[in-house]
């Protein structure tokens, strides 16, 4: 860890010295220095396992199982789970969400998940698609569940309340609110400027809202290559 200040602020230089040693070894300091100085956050896993064996992962029979429970298709939680841990049921983020789906702990424990359980594969996507279930009821006023499947996507990776923000921010705006591609994502990204997180129809403040907006185009992009690679 290094930083640079100007040679006639010798105070600053002290101050940032002294915070160092009072925090290196805080749990927050661990979580940012991960965040953002690690070299990657991939885990060497492929998209696709095997197209001529059909096998997308090793999990590929529990994403069928729980997919079922929710009337998703099963490719589609594949997606979402190389998204999140690139198949890697060991990996912790730098915010603590852990194993194959990488739920944050207090929702692991709401969803079900035994304590010392979360890195077990069949818990984490049982867990998943249980949270998965509870926000599509959230959005049940999205009449067309594969547009109401792009919002909980959405809310999976940002929280439902700064998708409920887009939502208002789209509808002011003139556009669809229930419509998520070039419509309420649009307003996500525009979270992160002041005049929009600041209107008072958002009740959840600023959010920087690339992360969201890529993550369900990824996912999205990923399921139709696995539909198009991989039969049934």
Not at 15 to 40: G, I, M, Q, T
Not at 92 to 103: E, F, R, Y
Not at 203 to 219: A, D, K, L, S
Request: proline share 2%; net charge positive.
């Amino acid at each position: 860890s290094a930083w640079a200040v100007r040679k006639d602020q010798p105070l600053l230089a002290e101050a940032a010295n002294l915070w160092y040693k009072d925090n290196v070894a805080s749990a927050a300091y661990k979580a940012s220095l991960k965040r953002y100085f690690e070299h990657s956050k991939a885990q060497p896993h492929n998209e696709i396992l095997s197209i001529k064996d059909g096998k997308i992962s090793l999990y590929d029979n529990l994403f069928k199982q729980y997919a079922d429970s929710i009337g998703w298709d099963w490719k589609l939680i594949a997606s979402l789970a190389f998204k999140e841990s690139n198949f890697d049921t060991s990996v912790v983020s730098w915010a603590g969400a852990k194993g194959l789906m990488q739920l944050m702990p207090r929702t692991a424990r709401i969803m079900g998940v035994p304590e010392g359980k979360e890195h077990n594969a069949e818990e984490s996507v049982k867990a998943a698609t249980k949270y998965l279930k509870q926000m599509e009821r959230s959005f049940r006023s999205i009449t067309e569940k594969d547009e109401r499947i792009n919002f909980v996507l959405a809310s999976y990776n940002a929280g439902i309340g700064h998708i409920y923000d887009a939502m208002a921010l789209a509808e002011k705006y003139g556009h669809d609110k229930y419509r998520w591609f070039d419509n309420v994502e649009k307003y996500v990204l525009l979270k992160s400027k002041s005049e929009y997180y600041n209107d008072s129809i958002c009740r959840n403040g600023y959010f920087r809202g690339e992360e969201t907006y890529n993550f369900v185009r990824e996912i999205r992009a990923r399921h139709n290559l696995y539909k198009e690679k991989i039969s049934d």
